[in-house]
């Protein structure tokens, strides 16, 4: 497996408080990315990052924050939790940046938002 | 709008019986990927498909990228109780690396 490392892996938290996943990988490659994973909805991208401080957003950014202040971090900040972002959220990499390139992922994190 | 379409959501086979996945787009596609995550788990890369009428196999799964490009299967041929999971295909998201996912197939089987 890739070496990422996502954590914590399991998180209960309360509504309107902020919390931030992290994403540390050691393959020193360029492209990270976050997902959510909901039943019935499969993966959603939300943001991802080209490169240290270049970030985008993908399909279900609102709510959302990202930061890459290293190439090896990807932090995503949920700024004030809601009930709707209980899900599982996976991180993922690629190297080079072809668009033909796989997706490597971390083992996820549970966060449940009460 | 950039979405896959993916069918069935859901499939339950007995062992020894055989099992196909749809993937399907209303734009032609560059590429599509195929992931396998097993219950608990994470996505898995399988294969990549890029050429126009490209069918790949591994063992007993059998991939194919249609004609125009716009849609791809995934078959398995006698299927085990490891094939159990989900199977998720992807997309380029507009002109970068990330991947847009379809919602999944999700394969049980029973022995």
């Known amino acids: 497996d890739a070496g990422i490392t996502q954590s914590p892996r399991h998180k209960v938290t309360e509504t309107g408080t902020p919390v931030t996943l992290r994403c540390h990988q050691t393959?020193?490659?360029?492209?990270m990315y976050w997902y959510r994973q909901d039943p019935g909805h499969g993966l959603r991208l939300i943001h991802y990052s080209y490169g240290v401080k270049d970030t985008d957003k993908g399909e279900v950014s609102d709510g959302y924050s990202v930061s890459r202040s290293k190439t090896e971090d990807f932090l995503l900040t949920l700024e004030s939790a809601t009930s709707s972002q209980t899900s599982v959220y996976f991180c993922?990499?690629?190297?080079?940046?072809?668009?033909?390139?796989?997706?490597?992922f971390g083992s996820g994190t549970q966060l449940s938002v009460l | 709008g950039q979405q896959v379409m993916q069918i069935p959501q859901y499939q339950h086979v007995q062992e020894g019986e055989d099992f196909t996945t749809y993937c399907n787009s209303s734009t032609t596609l560059s590429n599509i990927q195929w992931y396998k995550q097993r219950p608990g788990g994470h996505p898995v890369f399988l294969i990549q498909?890029?050429?126009?009428?490209e069918v790949k196999k591994q063992k007993r799964l059998t991939f194919q990228f249609g004609e125009a490009k716009k849609n791809s299967s995934l078959h398995i041929t006698a299927t085990q109780t490891t094939d159990v999971g989900t199977y998720f295909c992807?997309?380029?998201?507009?002109?970068?690396?990330?991947?847009?996912f379809g919602k999944g197939t999700t394969l049980s089987v029973s022995s």
């Open positions: 992807g997309r380029p998201h507009q002109a970068g690396t990330a991947l847009i």
């Open positions: 498909l890029v050429k126009s009428g």
């Open positions: 993922a990499i690629s190297g080079t940046g072809a668009t033909n390139e796989k997706l490597f």
């Open positions: 393959e020193n490659h360029r492209y």
